[in-house]
């Protein structure tokens, strides 16, 4: 029988982390992530996980050793945030590469300068090539779940790719929300162990990473790009099995009071919530709104979102992340070229917002919408919201 | 050759994750193909001495049954340490033609 307990969602994702029988820990702790570690080293110092924990002296020694880890077959998770995702950057590509499915939780925080260690989502735009399942989250049980899934889908034999889970630096990380946790039994029923079909071997030696002139080069990155792509139809497999057994369910782009609406929010994370409070406000107003969330970033989930969205006059998104000297932030160039080939399609504006820890409340989610029709009347395509002039 | 030749391989034929399944598969590998110059030997000054093959970063100077040394063009990147090395002068680095 499934259990409902209050807990601050970084423990909840150790726990996660404990359900899932993971062999290897490898972490470096950092805020906002480091209460997700310090609870994994707990749980093995305690024995109440038989894993190796290892404390590495940085996060490019803690992605090295989970690569390591999981290319002996050892089912392999760590949890990092910010700077120390940066500072993993080369072996996040070198991780996924060579097809190694570590699962990772990333509690999204600001790059510095100026230093901060509140949320947004730089952290993640910066890693959004490296060739990793990317999944956001909006709330601590949905957290939860995707750690599970994200073993599931990356272990896929079909897949074989590592996972992010994404959620929200503090406002995410540090909340205590009442969680569901399953049963072993139930976990252990969707979560299979985990077996590598060709792992590092001294009996059956093979090559990993090796060395690749221009000959071959392209033909790697090609069924790379053909696997990452592929995945998807797993992914969905994957979360409508959790749906049968948890009654849970999760879709690569989530639609919310959308029906109809001539005017669409488009959030990802997990201001998505507050998001959708403004919503229910306006349409009680009488306003013709409605709000779309993305929760699969990698791979894009370019059919999903045109259905999305097709129907609308003016989309609006809004995130958490600057590409500088861009011409949008990250997700609304990535919406807007999903949708510039379409003959039906809404006019796309870009809201920034929420940068390095900055709230962004119901009634702040209201006068986005409210800027955003006037953007859209106005040929203005992009604006950083809040800033005091 | 045991391998299939890299440019016939698609990318289908890639193992996951681009792993090469076969061990030693290197030597398949004709590093030669960068040389654009080539040690030539003169034996009738060689001792014998194999500081060539000592020093050869390629490992790729063979002993022959006569006790002289010659190296494996197939591997041979014509660096010119072997020249550099031998005390009786015996090899010379002449460009590659062609």
């Known amino acids: ?389 | 050759m045991a391998f299939k030749n890299e440019s016939e391989v698609t990318w289908k034929d890639l193992e996951i994750g681009s792993i090469v399944v076969e061990p030693g598969s290197a030597d398949q590998y004709e590093t030669g193909g960068w040389r654009s110059q080539r040690p030539v030997y003169d034996n009738t000054k060689c001792n014998k001495c194999g500081l060539c093959y000592i020093y050869c970063p390629e490992g790729c100077i063979e002993q022959q049954e006569d006790g002289y040394f010659e190296p494996n063009l197939f591997y041979c990147k014509g660096c010119g340490i072997c020249a550099h090395e031998c005390p009786k002068d015996v090899i010379t680095i002449v460009e590659e033609e062609g």
């Open chain 1, 1 to 389: 029988m499934a259990k409902r307990v209050g807990m601050e969602v970084s423990l909840a994702i150790g726990e996660a982390a404990k359900l899932a029988k993971v062999d290897v820990v490898a972490a470096y702790p950092i805020t906002p992530q480091t209460h997700v570690v310090e609870h994994l080293a707990e749980l093995v110092a305690d024995g109440e996980l038989d894993a190796v924990y290892i404390p590495v002296e940085s996060e490019h020694s803690a992605m090295s050793a989970c690569l390591g880890a999981s290319a002996v077959g050892a089912r392999t998770f760590t949890a990092t945030a910010g700077q120390g995702l940066e500072l993993m950057h080369e072996v996040l590509y070198v991780t996924a590469s060579m097809q190694l499915p570590v699962v990772m939780a990333v509690a999204n925080r600001a790059l510095s300068a100026p230093l901060s260690v509140w949320g947004d989502h730089s952290d993640v735009m910066a890693v959004r090539d490296t060739g990793w399942i990317q999944i956001f989250t909006e709330n601590g049980q949905e957290v939860f779940d995707n750690i599970l899934c994200a073993f599931r889908i990356g272990e896929d034999k079909r897949v074989l790719l590592p996972v992010m889970v994404h959620l929200d630096g503090f406002h995410l990380s540090h909340m205590i929300e009442p969680i569901l946790f399953p049963d072993q039994s139930e976990v252990d029923k969707f979560l299979p162990p985990y077996n590598y079909p060709l792992p590092l071997d001294p009996e059956k030696p093979v090559t990993m990473g090796a060395f690749a002139p221009p000959i071959i080069y392209s033909e790697t990155k090609k069924a790379q790009e053909v696997n990452l792509a592929a995945a998807k139809e797993v992914i969905l497999q994957c979360w409508d099995e959790f749906a049968s057994i948890f009654g849970r369910r999760y879709l690569p782009v989530e639609s919310y009071r959308s029906e109809q609406a001539k005017v669409l929010l488009l959030t990802i994370g997990s201001f998505s919530e507050t998001a959708m409070v403004a919503i229910d406000k306006m349409r009680e107003e009488g306003q013709d709104v409605g709000l779309v969330r993305l929760r699969l970033w990698r791979p894009f989930p370019t059919q999903e979102l045109r259905q999305a969205v097709k129907d609308a006059d003016i989309l609006i998104v809004f995130e958490r992340a600057l590409s500088l000297g861009g011409q949008a932030g990250p997700v609304c160039s990535e919406v807007r070229s999903a949708l510039y080939n379409e003959d039906k399609k809404p006019k796309v504006v870009n809201i920034i917002g929420g940068l390095g820890g900055r709230d962004v409340t119901v009634a702040g989610f209201e006068e986005v919408i409210k800027r955003g029709i006037r953007m859209a009347r106005s040929k203005q395509e992009f604006e950083i919201f809040g800033v005091r002039e």
